[in-house]
Nanobody
Framework: QVQLVESGGGLVQPGGSLRLSCAAS????????MGWYRQAPGKQRELVAT???????SYADSVKGRFTVSRDNAKNTGYLQMNSLRPEDTAVYYC???????????????WGQGTQVTVSS
């Protein structure tokens, strides 16, 4: 059973930084895409950033220049470095992975449980 576990959330002042981690464990043949999403109270979940196994990266316009997504393929772990945080970045952040458990399997999408990020003075 594949599990994604996020860590690194917390309370930070505006302008501060946090680094989120997402560790994938279990039977994993290959992870194709690792992504970060967030959901603020009363709002829909939105895409923050993604990184493919080939290194292609994309960001939501709202975080470009402030957030950096990366991954360590050897550790099956993804990261989201968040700098210059703003109150509007407050949300539950979820990691997501598109992967195959075994070579013959179809790709499936897995989600972490989420980690709270609160930006407030």
């Amino acid at each position: 059973q594949v599990q994604l576990v996020e860590s690194g959330g917390g309370l930070v002042q505006p302008g501060g930084s946090l680094r989120l981690s997402c560790a994938a464990s279990g039977s994993i043949f290959s992870i194709y895409v690792m992504g970060w999403y967030r959901q603020a109270p009363g709002k829909q979940r939105e895409l923050v950033a993604t990184v493919t196994s080939g290194g292609s990266i994309s960001y939501a316009d709202s975080v470009k220049g402030r957030f950096t997504v990366s991954r360590d393929n050897a550790k099956n772990t993804g990261y989201l470095q968040m700098n210059s945080l703003r109150p509007e970045d407050t949300a539950v952040y979820y990691c997501n992975a598109v992967l195959r458990e075994r070579e013959r399997d179809n790709r499936r999408v897995y989600w972490g449980q989420g980690t709270q990020v609160t930006v407030s003075s």
